[in-house]
């Protein structure tokens, strides 16, 4: 019997579509569509003739007349005009449609006399090649055509078309690489080209899911006439005024792009249709009345919240589409009657019942979709759904049965999982943590939970439960141990989701499965802060998720339980303790299947990670030690090789340590201590050092100071020969007064050779006022400055290091 079945239907097929093959091509006849379809052997042509011949073998019946004709695969050496002349007479049908699939088109005389016919379109599709320039010379008055070309560098250009007022273009294939300059681009260059008085405008790029357009305040400025305008282009931000001058817009389709907001301020008053469908939108706002506006489609979006102002903004909508949309908030402005017709909120997510209430009172005039769509469990809510299923309950005129509701949508998990309502606790029907079951959707095409899921969920939120433990009652237990006994056999999948307060999970060590079934537990943000042995199941722990609790640390014995049973965890949000004592604890972990391991910290706030160190050895320490040593040492030395004047002389005025800062006595017996050696311009600034040395000094200097000491009479150069020779050390006060003097650089130089001489620090050098030391000096100062250390007079150290270099030898002060 089933065989001749078959043949009956291969029948059937064959009685609706007639194929009559040629030498060179075949026609195929579709009474279904009303198409006609003309196939070439590959570059074969048609003979009018015999396609007369085959168009009166089909008998098409004047019940069943030819709307399209498609034309694939062949060279056009043959009139487009002809074939469509003589489909037309021979089946008293009327064509409005010629595609072209696959044609290379030589010659433009294909299109001769196609200019003539009237509300006609032309569809040219699958060409592989830029088609060439003067395909449409023959057809200047043509209004209506279609592009279907995969690379956009091989569209034609329409600007011989002045007639046109419709102009469809799909274009991207799989096999065409995507280059973003060009779809950036496309939009403005097309329209560059086409006549401002075109009408309807549709641009469609597929297979190009990485371009990303935007569209200009002027994309529009020159196409003012556009009444139906349709793009998609990965379009990611239109400014607000790009439609604001299409005064006469009636349908825009932005469908399928990347709009993540869309503003509706200078949208034209004109606009009936708007579709938004497919883009990534989570919140529409309209600011003004749309009185023509009658149908919105947001489908597949981002939709999180919507208002619906039936009484001002969307006065005359008849048709919104919100379906598969993460819809949680739907405010309904209306009157008692709406113009509204349909209203599809078909998988959304709503939190209240309002819009069951409001779709029970317009049943009459609005169908309204809320299929696969359910309703938060709420126990503020439950008293509204216990009255609208009342209401509903026997009323034969209400036949939509998705506007009762029997299930509720469990608020904890993060995917769709249902409880009956008379399961949902609430704190007026419970002393104890609410239990209750859940199960995934029936009809879960869209989820990802499946059939053979089971959950057990528990709710220790209520402020009235002082005691949350009080969830692990025996009677509890035993009431949700049971459950699972009597739905063991048709599951596969058991879950434990825990919110509320805890403080730890119950004994689910108790639980014993089949071979193949397993537990997943999750318990984060609960509070926990203990998980012992006896807590874990010990079947198939498939997953344990505590994440953000109070856990320290997890014993040993856990651990091997969990990396035994090859379970999931999740524990970032836990101080877990990090030190030697617990470096078992963490190398376990860090060992284990953990899902979040590197979100995890420890309670030090420090990432948790098995190469960190928490032991350290005592040979480590000794070496942290002596690192530390050496380096207060090294520090110590390097500021001491700095600063050891400073130092030495603060030493040294404080008169510590004297013996060690006396120099030794020197082999000659000197009557000065110091000779000062100066310009008389800066004896100012000499007689404050003279009072110094030997008015504040105890014992006082001897200085030799020639005002005072030197004879009358007696040549000056012997003097200084003389004076450097009785003094232990010749101060020089270099300044530019000093440079200018001839018998003090003479003083200097002599001192200098009795140095060298003597080799022995015989010159003090005091730099008293602004010298430039580069350039200033004599060859000796500047060699001296060069290798010996010097003073300053405004150094705030000036007189403890002047006396300090002065100190007299040992055997002098005895």
């Known amino acids: 019997m089933g065989f001749i079945y078959l043949i009956i239907f291969i029948v059937i097929i064959i009685s609706k579509s007639c194929v009559f093959a040629t030498e060179d091509f075949k026609l195929d006849f579709d009474s279904f569509g009303n198409y006609l379809y003309v196939i070439c052997e590959k570059n074969k042509t048609v003979d009018l003739d015999k396609f007369k011949e085959k168009v009166d073998e089909l008998k098409i019946k004047a019940e069943d007349p030819i709307h399209l004709l498609q034309i694939e695969y062949c060279r056009p050496s043959f009139s487009a005009y002809?074939?469509?002349n003589i489909t037309e007479n021979e089946t008293k049908s009327k064509i409005h449609v010629l595609e072209l699939k696959e044609l290379q088109f030589d010659d433009p005389a294909f299109f001769n006399g196609v200019d003539d016919l009237k509300d006609f379109m032309i569809s040219i599709e699958g060409n592989k090649e830029k088609l060439p320039s003067n395909v449409f010379s023959k057809m200047q008055k043509l209004k209506n055509i279609k592009l279907q070309i995969d690379d956009p560098e091989n569209l034609p250009e329409v600007s011989i078309l002045q007639s046109l007022k419709s102009l469809y273009i799909i274009t991207g294939g799989p096999t065409v690489p995507v280059k973003q300059s060009i779809y950036r681009t496309l939009l403005s260059d097309i329209l560059s080209h086409v006549t401002h008085d075109i009408i309807e405008f549709h641009l469609e790029a597929t297979y190009v899911k990485n371009i990303s357009t935007e569209l200009s305040v002027d994309s529009f400025s020159h196409h003012i006439s556009l009444e139906k305008l349709y793009l998609s282009l990965g379009i990611e931000k239109i400014h607000e005024k790009t439609f604001a001058g299409l005064k006469n817009l009636t349908i825009l389709n932005l469908a399928s792009n990347k709009l993540k907001e869309f503003r509706t301020n200078y949208l034209?008053?004109?606009?009936?249709?708007l579709e938004l469908n497919g883009n990534q939108i989570k919140k529409l706002t309209f600011e003004k009345p749309f009185i023509n506006l009658i149908a919105l489609d947001l489908t597949y979006s981002k939709v999180e919240s919507f208002e619906l102002d039936l009484i001002d903004k969307l006065k005359n909508l008849e048709k919104l589409d919100l379906k598969n949309n993460p819809l949680r908030h739907l405010k309904i402005l209306s009157s008692d009657v709406v113009p509204l017709k349909q209203l599809n909120l078909k998988n959304v997510s709503l939190d209240e019942p309002d819009v069951w209430v409001w779709a029970l009172l317009h049943f009459k005039t609005t169908s309204t979709d809320l299929s696969d769509t359910y309703q938060l469990c709420n126990c503020d809510s439950m008293d509204i759904i216990e009255e609208l299923n009342k209401n509903i309950t026997g009323r034969e005129d209400i036949r939509d049965v998705s506007l009762r509701i029997d299930k509720c949508r469990v608020p904890v998990s993060n995917f769709l999982i249902l409880t009956d309502l008379p399961d949902f606790p609430?704190?007026?029907?419970?002393?104890?943590?609410?239990?209750?079951v859940a199960r995934p959707p029936t009809n879960r095409n869209q989820w990802s939970a499946v059939p053979n899921e089971y959950f057990f969920i528990f709710n220790c939120s209520y402020p009235m439960i002082d005691n949350p433990d009080s969830a692990y009652k025996d009677e509890l237990i035993k009431r949700m141990f049971n459950r699972m006994f009597n739905e063991q056999k048709y599951n596969d999948k058991y879950f434990f989701i825990y919110h509320g307060q805890m403080k730890s999970l119950p004994m689910l060590s108790k639980l014993t499965l089949e071979n193949e079934q397993s537990i997943s537990v999750y318990a984060s943000n609960t509070g926990i802060s203990k998980i012992e042995r006896s807590h874990l199941p010990n079947t198939n722990f498939a997953n344990l998720n505590l994440m953000n609790n109070n856990i320290k640390k997890?014993?040993?014995?856990?651990?091997?339980?969990?990396?035994?049973k090859n379970t999931k965890l999740n524990l970032s949000g836990n101080p877990l303790i990090c030190d030697c004592s617990h470096v078992k604890m963490v190398r376990k972990i860090t060992s284990l299947q953990v899902l979040d391991l590197n979100q995890m910290k420890c309670n030090d706030g420090i990432l948790f990670n098995e190469d960190r160190e928490l032991c350290i050895s005592p040979g480590t320490v000794l070496l942290y030690f002596l690192s530390a040593v050496l380096a207060v040492i090294a520090i110590g030395l390097a500021f001491y090789l700095r600063n050891s004047l400073e130092i030495k002389v603060f030493i040294y005025s404080r008169g510590w340590f004297p013996a060690y800062f006396r120099p030794t006595s020197d082999d000659i017996e000197y009557q000065y201590d110091a000779f000062l050696s100066y310009s008389e311009k800066d004896e100012k600034f000499v007689m404050k050092i003279l009072k110094l040395l030997e008015e504040n000094s105890d014992p006082p200097f001897k200085v030799c100071y020639h005002h005072?000491?030197?004879?009358?009479?007696?040549?000056?150069d012997h003097q200084i020969i003389r004076s450097v020779d009785e003094s232990r050390k010749t101060i020089i006060v270099l300044s530019r007064n000093f440079l200018e003097s001839h018998w003090s650089n003479m003083e200097f130089i002599t001192a200098h050779y009795k140095m060298l001489e003597e080799k022995s620090p015989k010159i003090l050098l005091i730099l008293h006022g602004e010298i430039d030391t580069r350039s200033d000096l004599t060859p000796e100062l500047k060699s001296y400055i060069k290798t010996t250390t010097y003073l300053k007079s405004d150094d705030q150290w000036f007189k403890k290091k002047l006396l300090y270099a002065l100190r007299r030898p040992v055997a002098q002060e005895n």
């Not at 609430?426 to 209750?436: A, E, H, I, L, R």
């Not at 997890?554 to 091997?560: G, I, K, P, S």
Request: aromatic share 8%; glycine share 4%; charged share 20%.
């Open 554 to 564: 997890l014993d040993m014995n856990v651990l091997e339980h969990l990396s035994q």
């Open 708 to 716: 005072r000491d030197w004879m009358v009479g007696e040549r000056i």
């Open 426 to 436: 609430c704190p007026n029907q419970t002393q104890d943590c609410g239990f209750y």
């Open 268 to 273: 034209p008053d004109s606009l009936k249709i």
């Open 82 to 84: 002809a074939l469509i």
